[in-house]
């Protein structure tokens, strides 16, 4: 019971957001071509500054990879599940970008890292450990599988030379420098350091409002109407990325005999609803950036059943 009300405190305080967001726009005060800005402000500047933050203060351990590599391979097979799905509900190019991306990536930083604070509010050190475990296992994959998805199937105006690329300018984005340099900065850098220090400062003032700019993306492309045609297909897309992403994290945690925090850990992530990078992914290449809003929208309200589900039948509770 805990664990069910503290999954519906944190996701109505989401939700109510993201409904905010749109009443907002109902009556004027935003507009939808804002949600590019909003992108573009994640993708170039919030979005870094977090993984920059986080990879810089963790403290790498064996078994963080170990929980990477399950979040990676179950979000590798809920791609190609969403790939599937696309493929029997013949959705169009752009939006079969917004399936794939919505079953395949899960909100582990906007939902997971406060509801594991909610739940463990005595152990600051567990939140930092499920920042640096979300970060590895899910920002890799994001910021070059999906964006190969988003950029393949939203940018089909675009000849091959420029696909390559295009693709292959994450290589150089902000995401993937601030990557690489967190990693490299979690090793040498002193955050003693007084110069280091006011950097790490400022960093976390620009990180904390990567959670609000996500839902007010979300928000600003969420059209309610037509709903009724998507139900089969927001069904499938949840199943995916609520039930079986965990399940395919689960029994190969418990066989490495990994510690009961970290399979925890773990099985909350894996069960979280879907990213609203997918949404801010699809934006920025061409894709279907309305249905991704739609799909996270939904996959958030059912996650309030879902994980209180997958922490009973993982015997976590």
């Known amino acids: ?6 999954a519906l405190t944190t ?3 989401l939700l109510l957001l993201i ?11 935003l507009k939808e071509e804002y949600g590019r800005m909003c992108s573009t402000l994640i993708t170039k500047v919030t979005l870094p500054a977090v993984i920059l933050l986080t990879l810089t203060h963790a403290d790498f351990k064996w078994d963080y990879g170990k929980m990477s590599i399950l979040l990676m391979a179950a979000s590798f097979v809920c791609l190609g599940l969403g790939w599937l799905i696309a493929r029997i509900f013949r959705i169009n190019g752009p939006g079969t970008a917004a399936v794939i991306l919505t ?3 899960s909100s582990s930083s906007v939902l997971g890292v406060p509801l594991i604070g909610e739940l463990y509010p005595d152990s600051k050190q567990l939140v930092v450990d499920t920042v640096v475990i979300s970060t590895l296992g899910m920002a890799p994959l994001i910021i070059t599988v999906g964006t190969m998805i988003a950029l393949y199937y939203g940018a089909h105006e675009l000849s091959p030379k420029q696909r390559r690329r295009e693709t292959l300018a994450y290589f150089r984005s902000p995401i993937f420098v601030a990557l690489v340099l967190g990693i490299v900065l979690g090793s040498l850098t002193e955050h003693e350091n007084s110069f280091v220090h006011s950097i790490l ?3 976390r003032v620009v990180s904390a409002g990567n959670t609000m700019m996500m839902l007010l993306t979300v928000g600003l492309f969420m059209q309610l109407q037509d709903f009724k045609g998507i139900v089969g297909l927001a069904i499938c897309i949840g199943f995916v990325n609520l039930i079986v992403m965990p399940l395919l994290t689960m029994p190969p945690a418990h066989a490495m005999n990994l510690e009961h925090w970290e399979i925890e850990v773990l099985a909350l992530e894996s069960a979280m609803p879907a990213g609203a990078i997918s ?3 699809c934006d920025a290449y061409g894709a279907d950036a309305r249905l991704a809003a739609k799909l996270v ?11 209180p589900f997958i922490f009973l039948i993982s015997g976590l509770l």
């Open 1 to 6: 019971m805990e664990i069910q009300l503290r």
């Open 103 to 105: 079953a395949g990536f």
């Open 297 to 307: 929208l939904v996959t958030i309200a059912a996650s309030v059943f879902t994980i």
């Open 201 to 203: 400062d400022g960093l």
């Open 279 to 281: 949404v801010v992914l």
């Open 11 to 13: 996701v109505a305080v």
């Open 19 to 29: 409904f905010g967001v749109i009443w907002f726009k109902h009556i004027g005060l």
